[in-house]
């Protein structure tokens, strides 16, 4: 997934990077979760169409996979000189060869492009953030709606995507004279996603929203406690393995936050948090 990409172009020793790149192949067997903002995209998208007409839906559990190669996002050739066939069928060949890439050889064709976000200044950002905003806070209800509102406000342009998306399925054209009256209407769905997450009802569907916002509300919600640069991956790598994964081999710490009871994320989600080296290999050895 994309944090572990992330955090494996981070080591400086390119041998380690390639011993760790085949250690994925192997173990991965080629196989990976798309970036989170994919995930967040496929999540509202199930959630706006199992609200419609639709009539049947492939599980969501089936949507989220890809092949390694596509890691960093779905990419092809795009605004080239052939004809609209030729394109297409360049598209295609191109889609076939990056299906068969393992992780070894992206990790050497990118080997010069290290340069990751620095989370460690916008773990900084939020601590300011949440220290000038922390008297506001009266309990942790009222912190994970705040950060809900926070990342619907992110995702309120891809609502409003789907949503034209399927009105063009049904030969509805959706057009804006004025720019603010595409804005109002984004305004207006994301309030149902708001009070879908906030009274329960959709964090079966948009659980990369609810896993991120139920993380950093904890971190909030305990005001001795300050974001580090590693939390923020911490959390892009539980947001994916809590939500479609069976076991989660992390940290004791993370761990302890993730079963809290408040949040209860690995029983939600009926995903095994493991923070010890025996328990993990325990675990691996009884996989049928």
């Given at each position: ?15 380690s ?50 092949k ?28 076939d ?31 300011d ?27 309120g ?8 998306a ?26 149902p ?25 904890a ?37 302890t ?19 010890s ?12």
């Amino acid at each position: 997934m994309t944090s572990t990409f992330v955090e494996l172009m981070k080591q400086s020793d390119p041998e380690s990077g390639l011993s760790t790149s085949a250690l994925i192949d192997e173990l991965s067997q080629g196989v990976t979760l798309v970036d989170e903002q994919q995930r967040i995209h496929t999540e509202i998208s199930y959630f706006l169409h199992s609200k419609g007409t639709t009539k049947s839906l492939h599980p969501l559990e089936h949507l989220v996979w890809c092949k390694l190669s596509y890691v960093l996002g779905f990419v092809h050739p795009t605004g080239t000189p052939f004809d609209a066939a030729t394109e297409l069928a360049v598209q295609k060949a191109f889609f076939d060869h990056m299906w068969t890439i393992p992780l070894t050889e992206v990790v050497q064709l990118l080997d010069d492009a290290k340069d990751a976000a620095d989370f460690e200044v916008l773990a900084r950002r939020l601590n300011d953030g949440n220290a000038l905003h922390s008297g506001d806070l009266r309990s942790f209800n009222q912190t994970y709606c705040a950060e809900i509102r926070g990342l619907v406000d992110l995702y309120g342009p891809v609502m409003m995507d789907v949503v034209e998306a399927m009105a063009r399925k049904e030969g509805i054209r959706v057009e804006y004279q004025y720019e603010k009256d595409r804005l109002d209407d984004i305004t207006q769905y994301k309030n149902p996603l708001v009070i879908a997450l906030e009274r329960d009802l959709a964090r079966e569907i948009l659980r990369t929203i609810h896993i991120q916002a139920c993380l950093h509300a904890a971190v909030r919600w305990n005001k001795r406690r300050q974001l580090k640069g590693n939390d923020l991956f911490d959390f892009h790598h539980a947001s994916a393995v809590l939500a479609y994964c069976d076991a989660f081999f992390t940290e004791a710490s993370l761990k302890t936050l993730i079963c809290q009871n408040h949040l209860s994320l690995d029983k939600r989600y009926e995903c095994r948090a493991i923070a010890s080296v025996d328990e993990a290999a325990e675990y691996v050895t009884k996989i049928p």
